[in-house]
T-cell receptor
């Protein structure tokens, strides 16, 4: 496994701009998750995909946020009209459904967003 | 709703000394428990997990954790800390797949290692 990769690693933008992040999961992992981590806090769940289907979205995911996983492989997270409160580390994780009662999620290095 | 509490925000330990990080959870069903470590500016690395069976689980880097259902705890331990163990540690509860399988994290414990 090459691990979960995320791009870019850092993004600085001005308030009101749109940004898009990409996540490439571990190959053959059919589940993909997005989390957000603000300074000094633990990660908080945003959304997850089973293959290309988005199965759950957190209330944290406002209308300005949209995530896609068009072919069940990589995923993108877009934030429109960014606000300073969107500044955070955005983490992606992937897992493989092995038929067990739960999965083990493996995390990427994250994308740190700073909104000026 | 599930929740995870890590009571210690910071812990300072001398190199070579033992380390114990506390984690308490609240969850109405069988818990699936994880410990992750995060170095500055990095993502999360899985240290160990508990799904079922033996309540003492071994992980990477010499860490172990013990699940105590009666205390709703899953404390992480290491007998002898190395300077490279300085990092932030997160405990997490995972839901069963039918409930979405998302992780709920505690607030983290930052470990500082003194030489």
């Amino acid at each position: 496994d090459t691990g979960v990769s995320q791009n870019p690693r850092h993004k600085i933008t001005k308030r009101g701009q749109n940004v898009t992040f990409r996540c490439d999961p571990i190959s053959e992992h059919n589940r993909l998750y997005w989390y957000r981590q603000t300074l000094g806090q633990g990660p908080e769940f945003l959304t997850y995909f089973q293959n290309e289907a988005q199965l759950e979205k957190s209330r944290l995911l406002s209308d300005r946020f949209s995530a896609e996983r068009p072919k069940g492989s990589f995923s993108t997270l877009e934030i429109q009209r960014t606000e300073q409160g969107d500044s955070a580390m955005y983490l992606c994780a992937s897992s493989r459904d092995r038929g067990e009662s739960t999965d083990t999620q493996y995390f990427g290095p994250g994308t740190r967003l700073t909104v000026l | 709703a599930q929740s995870v509490t890590q009571p210690d925000i910071h812990i300072t330990v001398s190199e070579g000394a033992s380390l114990e990080l506390r984690c308490n959870y609240s969850y109405g069903a069988t818990p699936y428990l994880f410990w992750y470590v995060q170095s500055p500016g990095q993502g999360l690395q899985l240290l160990l997990k508990y799904f079922s069976g033996d309540t003492l689980v071994q992980g990477i880097k010499g860490f172990e954790a013990e699940f105590k259902r009666s205390q709703s705890s899953f404390n992480l331990r290491k007998p002898s800390v190395h300077w490279s163990d300085a990092a932030e540690y997160f405990c997490a509860v995972g839901l069963i797949k039918a409930a979405g399988n998302k992780l709920t994290f505690g607030g983290g414990t930052r470990v500082l290692v003194k030489p």
